[in-house]
């Protein structure tokens, strides 16, 4: 099988093994929707408070959340299964690949559904052209936390301790996700150009797929 097969055979698995156990929608979904209502509540429906904020939450819970899917996608891949794909042969570096694409898929399902219930929730006030900005700068971020959770992921297989070194692996690195998305808005909202922050999450997203890639061999030969 070429490269390319090989990852989409790694995401796929992933996605059918995620419609079965349904964690992604059926638990991180609702406790990020629960996590909007404690806000408003917070503040004392103050509403032009929280029309101020909603995008600000949206970006947080996103990065809070996503990071959880993307590392729940790294903890469902067991030693075991390591084992079997590699000796059927497949490329460490279409593994990584296979798991960022299912990783992003489901995080972008993810945020998609939080979008939604924080507009109706929120109503926040938008900027002119948010649209374009927010759909490029979400499906970047999205790739971004894929990557960083699947190369985290990678760092910490078979280690004891492996959800909660992930988790100090990934909050950091994602400053550079979490700058480029939320100030992509504030740009617009300035009448100023969003394309120094896209940059940086194109940037960002660009050095952790090579470095996952490139990292991707030495670290199954490390885990074995």
Do not use: C, H
Not at 35 to 56: H, N, T
Request: aromatic share 6%; hydrophobic share 60%; glycine share 8%.
């Amino acid at each position: 099988m070429s490269f390319w097969a090989q990852a989409w055979e790694v995401a796929r698995t992933d996605i059918r093994i995620e419609s079965r156990a349904g964690e992604v929608f059926k638990v991180v979904t609702p406790f990020a929707v629960v996590a909007l209502l404690v806000f408003p509540i917070a503040l004392g429906f103050q509403l032009s408070v929280v029309r101020e904020i909603g995008i600000g939450v949206f970006w947080a819970l996103s990065i809070l959340f996503g990071m959880q899917i993307a590392l729940r996608q790294s903890a469902a891949d067991s030693l075991e299964r390591r084992d079997v794909q590699a000796l059927l042969g497949v490329d460490p570096a279409a593994r990584f690949t296979g798991r960022v694409m299912s990783a992003t898929l489901l995080t972008l399902g993810f945020m998609g559904v939080l979008l939604v219930a924080m507009t109706l929730l929120y109503a926040p006030s938008l900027p002119d052209g948010w649209a374009v900005g927010l759909i490029v700068t979400s499906a970047l971020m999205a790739v971004g936390l894929a990557e960083l959770g699947t190369l985290a992921g990678e760092l910490t297989a078979g280690l004891r301790n492996r959800a909660n070194l992930a988790s100090l692996i990934v909050a950091p690195l994602a400053i550079p996700l979490v700058m480029g998305a939320s100030q992509s808005l504030e740009a617009l909202a300035r009448d100023e150009s969003i394309l120094p922050w896209v940059l940086l999450l194109a940037a960002s997203a660009l050095a952790l797929a090579v470095g996952g890639v490139a990292l991707a061999r030495p670290l199954e030969e490390a885990a074995q």
